[in-house]
């Protein structure tokens, strides 16, 4: 099975976080012990250069997206000589289209299979240019497509975009993460009226997990009935408490394949929910997000801190409190036994 095929069957990929040390410069000890624990829970791939990276790595003067890129590589070569089907390497693009064509060449070069396009970059292009950006980016590297909510600094995506979008041969996969049910099913419909079957459909819509890994997505196309289903998490969410996220997904195929959602699911639905709420800080307009999910590893011992690159992003306050409330309601969807176990052996 190559890496499209682990796509297409849908698996857990968590967004990486960036591991700092208390100075603020990068720890590569505690970012490989990361990815070894994603990969240990089970995860079907990895994404590293996303948003939940944080972006400014591409900062000239912080200058640490080759260094990891490079050192991901050396990792998950690691991790695929032990492994019966290959880790799914997703390497985050953005920018302008230089930019972005630049990144995909370093992302290929670094043997990442496919690259998560971000086009916050071009928050006033029209479609014709955001499709033409595109094409060129997908000549280079295939093309995971992104719809980030305006939120976090996404812009919003038509219906007729994502459509046009669909025709981009080396397109592989859609992240959909508008955090919004019109616009999540504006690209499920475009891909169904498209008759992509090969575009797998990732949710990245962290309010939202389970509801949409078991919703059969039914549309006319041509006269005949066409379902399709989003069969895989590309989640910030997922970067923490990955052991249970497989165990969910796992639970998740099973049920679609059954056609019948129990009730238990749809309470574990919302627990997901309230848990992702206190993570991401949703009660402050997600600005805690990316320092949210630090905390939750810094709790583990993955991370020695919460730190980000600027030192403004930080915890919200009240969130610590929120995260002390949602570990107390649902001790059942922490892995922290499991990392536990096996922290020193990541961390050797």
Request: aromatic share 8%.
């Amino acid at each position: 099975m190559n890496a499209c095929e682990v796509l297409r069957q849908g698996v857990v990929i968590p967004a990486s976080p960036l591991a700092l040390n208390a100075q603020r410069r990068w720890d590569e000890r505690r970012q490989r012990a990361l990815w070894r624990y994603y990969i240990a829970a089970g995860a079907g791939g990895i994404a590293v250069g996303v948003h939940t990276t944080q972006f400014a790595i591409r900062d000239p003067k912080i200058g640490l997206f080759r260094p990891l890129l490079e050192l991901a590589r050396e990792e998950f070569d690691r991790a695929d000589a032990t492994r019966h089907q290959p880790l799914v390497r997703i390497a985050g693009v953005c920018g302008d289209t230089p930019q972005a064509l630049y990144e995909a060449e370093l992302a290929r070069e670094m043997g990442f299979h496919a690259g998560l396009l971000s086009l916050s970059a071009l928050k006033e292009a029209d479609d014709d240019t955001l499709i033409a950006h595109c094409r060129q980016v997908a000549e280079v590297i295939p093309l995971v497509g992104f719809y980030l909510q305006p939120a976090v600094g996404g812009r919003v995506l038509s219906y007729h975009f994502w459509r046009r979008f669909a025709e981009i041969e080396n397109v592989v996969a859609i992240k959909i993460a508008p955090f919004n049910r019109y616009q999540t099913l504006d690209v499920v419909r475009a891909i169904a009226e498209a008759e992509r079957d090969d575009i797998a459909l990732y949710t990245g819509n962290d309010d939202n997990i389970v509801i949409d890994l078991v919703t059969p997505y039914r549309f006319t196309v041509g006269g005949k009935q066409v379902e399709r289903r989003i069969v895989g998490g590309l989640l910030g969410h997922w970067a923490v408490w990955t052991k249970r996220a497989v165990e969910l997904l796992e639970r998740c195929h099973a049920v679609a394949r059954e056609q019948t959602i129990p009730a238990d699911l749809l309470r574990l639905a919302v627990e997901v929910t309230d848990c992702n709420a206190a993570f991401f800080d949703a009660a402050n307009g997600f600005r805690g997000c990316i320092a949210g999910i630090h905390e939750v590893l810094r709790r583990q011992g993955l991370l020695e801190g919460i730190w980000c690159l600027d030192p403004n992003e930080t915890l919200s306050l009240g969130q610590a409190e929120e995260i002390d409330r949602v570990y107390r309601s649902y001790p059942h969807l922490n892995d922290d036994a499991f990392v536990a176990e096996h922290l020193h052996e990541w961390l050797s």
